[in-house]
C-alpha cells in the first residue's frame, strides 16, 4: 500500500471514530450512568437517541439534495460540531440543552459519515474499506474503555468532557490525514447509463431493507448496556459489553468483505442480518452473563459489517453517483432509527423490561434477512451485465 493511502485509510479511520464511535455511540455506555442519576427515564433517554438519529436522517437527507462543491469545507464542519456537541454534553444541563445538542451530533455524524465514505472508497480496495470502516468498532471500544476510567465518583460530566478532548485529538489527525486539498472539490464525472430497471429494483430493496435494519439494530445500540446492568452484577458491566460490542466490530468488515467475495453481498447481506437478529434476541431469552456476553459480540460482529455491505452493493450499482446513493441509504436507516428508540423507550418504561423491545428489533431485522433475497431474486446476475 502506498504511503497516500496509508494517510488516507488513518485518517478515514480517525474521523470514524470521532463521529461515529464516539460522537454517536458514546451515549450507550454513558446512559446508565446518566440513568443512575435520574436525569431522565427510559422514554427520555428514547428521545434523546431519536433526536440524534433525526439529526442524522436530515444530514443524510440533505447530503443526496444539495451540490458539494468542496469536501474539505464540510468535512472540517462536520468535525468540529462533533467534537463541540460531545464536551457540550456534559457542560450544559437538562433535558432541552441534551435535544439540541444530540440533535446537532447527529447531523454532524451524518456528514462526517457520507462525505469521508466518499473520499474514501475512492482510494481503497474492498479489503482497504473493511479496515476503515472498523474505525467505528475502534471507536466503539476506546469509549468503553474511557468511560469507566473517565467516571470519578460516577460523575457523568466529566465523562463527556473527557471523550471531547479525545475527540480533539483523533479529529486533528483525520483533518491534518483528508483536508485540504485531498477532500477538495469533487470533479464531474460522467453520467452512468446503468439504469434499467433491473438495477432500480435491487436499489430500493437495499434502501427498504436497511431501513429494516436502522429500526431494529439501533434498539440494541440504544439499549444493550442498559439492559446489561439490569442482569449482571459485575462492576462496570455496561462498559464491558460496550467494550466487546466495539472489539468485535474492528475485525469484522474484513471478515464479511472476504465472505462477500465468496457468497456475493446479497447473501452475505442476509446471513449477517440474521445473525445479528440472534444477537439481539438472545440476551433477553436467555438474561445471564453469558449471553449479554454472546449477544454484544453477534452484535459487533455484524452491525458495521451490514453498513458496509449495503454500501458497498449501492456503490457497485450506481458508481458514478456515489455520495447521492449513500446518502439516500443512509437516509431510510436514519429514518428507521428515530422511530425505534421512541416505541422501544414507551415499551420499556411502559412494561418495566427490556423484553418485548429487543424481541421486536429481533423480528425486524430478521424481516431485513428474509427481504433481500426474496425482493432482489436473480435482479442482481442481470444487473451485473450492464
Known amino acids: 500500500m502506498r504511503r497516500r493511502t496509508w494517510i488516507v485509510l488513518a485518517g478515514g479511520v480517525a474521523a470514524m471514530m470521532v463521529a461515529m464511535g464516539i460522537g454517536r455511540f458514546a451515549f450507550t455506555p454513558i446512559l446508565p450512568i446518566m440513568m443512575d442519576h435520574r436525569l431522565f427515564s427510559a422514554t427520555g433517554a428514547g428521545y434523546l437517541a431519536s433526536s440524534n438519529y433525526l439529526g442524522y436522517l436530515i444530514g443524510a437527507f440533505l447530503l443526496t439534495l444539495i ?18 456537541t460531545t464536551w457540550g454534553m456534559g457542560e450544559f444541563h437538562g433535558l432541552e440543552a441534551w435535544l439540541l445538542l444530540r440533535f446537532l451530533s447527529g447531523l454532524a455524524s451524518a456528514t462526517v459519515f457520507v462525505i469521508v465514505t466518499s473520499i474514501v472508497m475512492e482510494r481503497l ?6 479496515i476503515f470502516y472498523g474505525g467505528v468498532g475502534a471507536g466503539i471500544l476506546l469509549t468503553g474503555i474511557a468511560v469507566p476510567l473517565l467516571a470519578h465518583n460516577r460523575e457523568w460530566m466529566g465523562i463527556w468532557k473527557g471523550l471531547g478532548l479525545i475527540s480533539l485529538v483523533l479529529g486533528m489527525a483525520a483533518w491534518y490525514s483528508l483536508g485540504g486539498s485531498n477532500a477538495g472539490a469533487v470533479k464531474a464525472s460522467p453520467s452512468s447509463n ?9 436499489l430500493i430493496c437495499l434502501t427498504l431493507a436497511y431501513g429494516l435494519e436502522g429500526l431494529g439494530y439501533i434498539v440494541t445500540g440504544t439499549y444493550l448496556v442498559a439492559y446489561a446492568k439490569t442482569v449482571s452484577s459485575i462492576p462496570n458491566m455496561a462498559s464491558l459489553s460496550w467494550m466487546l460490542v466495539g472489539a468485535a466490530a474492528i475485525p469484522s468488515c474484513v471478515a464479511w468483505s472476504m465472505i462477500a467475495t465468496r457468497w456475493g453481498k446479497k447473501w452475505t447481506l442476509s446471513l449477517a442480518m440474521a445473525i445479528q437478529a440472534i444477537g439481539i434476541a438472545v440476551p433477553v431469552l436467555i438474561p445471564n452473563t453469558a449471553a449479554i456476553f454472546a449477544g454484544a459480540i453477534l452484535f459487533g460482529a455484524t452491525f458495521m459489517g451490514i453498513t458496509m455491505m449495503f454500501v458497498a452493493y449501492a456503490k457497485d450499482l450506481f458508481p458514478q453517483n456515489n ?4 446518502g439516500l441509504l443512509t437516509t431510510f436507516f436514519g429514518l428507521g432509527q428515530i422511530i425505534g428508540p421512541l416505541i422501544a423507550g414507551h415499551l ?15 423480528l425486524i431485522v430478521l424481516a431485513g434477512a428474509i427481504s433481500l433475497p426474496l425482493g432482489i431474486g436473480r435482479a442482481d446476475r442481470i444487473a451485473q451485465s450492464f
Not at 446503468?194 to 435491487?202: A, G, K, P, Q, W
Open 67 to 84: 451540490q458539494v462543491k468542496n469536501r474539505s469545507t464540510l468535512l472540517f464542519a462536520g468535525i468540529v460540531i462533533s467534537i463541540g
Open 125 to 130: 480496495s474492498a479489503l482497504q474499506a473493511g
Open 194 to 202: 446503468r439504469t434499467s430497471s433491473s438495477v432500480r429494483r435491487i
Open 323 to 326: 455520495r447521492k446513493n449513500i
Open 348 to 362: 420499556i418504561s411502559g412494561n418495566g423490561s427490556y423484553l418485548a423491545a429487543l424481541i421486536g428489533a429481533a
